[in-house]
């Protein structure tokens, strides 16, 4: 493959700027400093970070698959990403430049940060919440979010957050399986310029005929105004009780080990899981890869990450990396189209954002609104961007290099998971010559293969999709576990490659003739067409590479003949005509031209939308249930569970 004459266009790679790597925090010599001693090059880095206590042992993996890292360790969380930073003079410094979704704005230096943890903080101890308890954080992008999550860590209280768009069933679920004592959630949340009730949801998931067991108090932040039910007792308004407790209160260490928090995956595999996270390995690596692979400097750049706290991004790259590494960043309550489509860019254009963090999906609803709307702005300030979620189309790389970027911006495509907990395979910025599409390399400090089924490594350069991306040495922020649930956790995680020890990450991948990681998605999403493994990844790129297409998503269907068939569901660009086979037939043909005839789609389907999590990933197991007229899995995570019904009638 391909076998018809092809035209493919030639990968270019982009290094980054003389200028750019001159000044990057990191340089190849972290490579070579990680590979000679991977213990101490961790040890250098944990010492980023302040212990109240020094640790005594880098990593005890005696206990396997269950890590321990920094055995001995003893530090506060909350203490390193807020206090410190006071201590040492930078209490003046702007720690977040909020923007509320109608438009209201708030700043908070790290004195204010400091100020709110600790009200927080004095206020849960009242309540009698105890080290090791756990509470549930079901709230919209406000700071008393981010403050919430720190005034936990910083008590040793194990947080949960459940994104704010889930229903009052996925939040009880959650709430059940982390046995939650309290709740803090809002009034209400602003949804596209509206005010809508979310408390009513948490009354909804834990009172009524069957209470949740677990729940003592709700804590209720007034963000809308409006009227919302009460139960006198449990509930308990933030203005009346946390902003009346003292600011000042004095952060305990803990053990390294101390659990951090429980987060539930997304789901575009089956049921979510509770990933465990603790303290002193997760904080290190969240630091050090926010250090290097956004070349962070502290007290100069003004960074933005657009991932909700709902998810594991929100909690590393807005919460415990960017904090502990002293950043004066953006935090933004809304939606990108609120009230219109240039809102992302007038507050790049506004603050002055100069590293940008998003998701792929996002890029492709830019590319979809047209560049008019980022041409309109003043983006000059952006000096280097950033993708995860899922693996990013060339296409839309090069559009987020060229339209966001100017061409100068480096871009770090990481990869890495709810479990893994920190980036594992990016570019270094000031490094890598970056592929468009490809996360690269693994960071220094990491170590990763890429096997067959016998676990055999996969030859560089091989064409078919048929490589497993594992991990075959512990990390500091690797998961400890799945909450309640250690069988599960050695299943999914550890038997595939039981002998070899290796993490399984459930994704394929595979390395290109420079030893360059392409991944391709998940393994259940790689598939098998007569015989021949073909990556969902790639034929969804040759599909968004086509002019008319903003967006894909390619499944395998059963099909008799072929064993699975092709199927593509597509999003057309903004002002597209859609000339019915015509186009399908257009589609298909530019899909055999870049791939090969194997992969031409079986059908394709032009539809409005497609079916997606609340983190923005497309959720291909339910379009496959959908093309081989299944009853649906599990859509507890599902944005908008109408657009399956309507793919399933339009079909
Ligand atoms: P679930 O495990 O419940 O199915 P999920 O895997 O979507 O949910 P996350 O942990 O948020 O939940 O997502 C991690 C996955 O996202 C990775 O396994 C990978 O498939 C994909 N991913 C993340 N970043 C990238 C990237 N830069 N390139 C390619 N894929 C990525
Ligand atoms: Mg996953």
């Known amino acids: ?20 790597a001159a000044q990057a925090n990191g340089g190849a010599e ?21 212990w109240h206590e020094p640790f005594n042992q880098v990593l005890d993996w005696s206990e396997a698959p269950v890590a321990k890292w920094f055995v001995g360790g003893k530090l506060n969380v909350a203490y390193n990403c807020v206090d410190r930073h006071v201590e040492a003079g930078y209490g003046d410094q702007v720690a977040i430049h909020w923007v509320g979704e109608p438009g209201d704005t708030r700043t908070l230096t790290y004195s204010d940060l400091l100020s709110l943890v600790s009200k927080t903080a004095n206020y849960l101890s009242e309540l009698g919440l105890q080290a090791g308890d756990r509470v549930a954080i079901y709230m919209p992008m406000i700071p008393e979010a981010i403050a919430s999550m720190l005034a936990c860590a910083r008590l040793g209280l194990t947080h949960s957050v459940v994104f704010a768009g889930f229903s009052s069933s996925a939040l009880r679920s959650r709430i059940d399986d982390a046995e939650a004592k309290l709740v803090i959630t809002t009034d209400g949340q602003f949804r596209r310029g509206k005010p809508a009730p979310l408390k009513a949801a948490v009354d909804e998931a834990i009172g009524g005929d069957t209470p949740a067991p677990s729940v003592e108090h709700v804590l209720v932040v007034r963000r809308t105004g409006e009227d919302t039910p009460w139960q006198a007792g449990r509930d308990l308004w933030w203005h009346e009780t946390v902003e009346k407790a003292s600011s000042e209160h004095t952060a305990e260490a803990f053990d390294s080990e101390h659990p951090l928090f429980l987060l539930y995956t997304s789901g575009t595999t089956g049921k979510p899981k509770g990933i465990l996270h603790t303290s002193g390995g997760y904080l290190t690596q969240a630091s050090y890869t926010h250090h290097y692979v956004f070349d962070h400097k502290p007290g100069e750049d003004v960074y933005w990450c657009t991932a909700d706290i709902g998810w594991v991004t929100g909690h590393s790259y807005i919460v415990y990396g960017p904090l502990s590494n002293r950043t004066t960043q953006v935090v933004y309550e809304g939606t990108p189209n609120s009230p219109n489509e240039h809102r992302h860019f007038e507050i ?82 000031g490094v890598t010559e970056c592929k468009p599409g490809s996360a690269m390399a693994p960071l220094p400090g990491i170590s990763m293969q890429i096997v067959d089924d016998e676990a055999h490594p996969v030859a560089r350069g091989a064409t078919e999709a048929n490589g497993y991306l594992v991990i075959d040495q512990p990390w500091p922020a690797m998961l400890r576990g799945i909450w309640g649930d250690m069988q599960r956790f050695k299943d999914t995680y550890w038997s595939r490659f039981a002998e070899q020890g290796y993490y399984f990450a459930g994704d394929g991948a595979k390395f290109d003739e420079d030893g360059a990681v392409w991944v391709l998605g998940r393994v259940d999403d790689v598939m098998n067409i007569s015989g021949h493994r073909i990556s969902t990844a790639e034929v969804e790129s040759a599909l968004v590479g086509h002019d008319a297409v903003a967006e894909s998503a390619v499944i395998g269907a059963t099909d008799a003949t072929t064993g ?34 194997i992969a031409k789609p079986r059908d394709i389907y032009i539809v409005p939308e497609l079916p997606k999590t609340r983190s923005g990933k497309i959720m291909r197991r339910l379009l496959r249930d959908v093309a081989e007229g299944r009853q649906l899995g599990d859509t507890s995570t599902l944005v908008d569970p109408g657009v399956v019904e309507s793919l399933r009638g339009g079909k």
């Open 30 to 50: 972290l490579y070579s400093e990680a590979d000679s001693d991977r213990d101490a090059f961790w040890a250098k880095q944990a010492a980023r970070l302040h």
């Open 1 to 20: 493959m391909p076998t018809e004459a092809t035209e493919k266009p030639v990968l270019a790679a982009y290094p980054p700027s003389a200028e750019f």
């Open 564 to 597: 699975q068939a092709i199927v593509a569901f597509v999003i057309l660009r903004q002002g597209v005509v859609n000339t019915g086979d015509e186009l399908v037939a257009d589609l298909r043909a530019t899909v055999s031209r870049d791939i090969g005839p």
């Open 348 to 429: 790049i254009e506004n603050h002055g954002v100069t590293i940008y963090y998003t998701a792929p999906t996002l890029i492709r609803t830019f590319m979809k609104w047209g560049r008019e709307i980022p041409d309109a702005h003043n983006l000059s300030s952006l000096r280097l961007l950033g993708t995860v979620g899922e693996p990013i189309n060339p296409e839309a790389w090069r559009w987020y290099h060229s339209v966001l970027g100017g061409g100068r911006c480096p871009i770090v495509d990481t990869w890495w998971q709810t479990e893994t907990g920190a980036i594992m395979i990016s570019p270094l910025p």
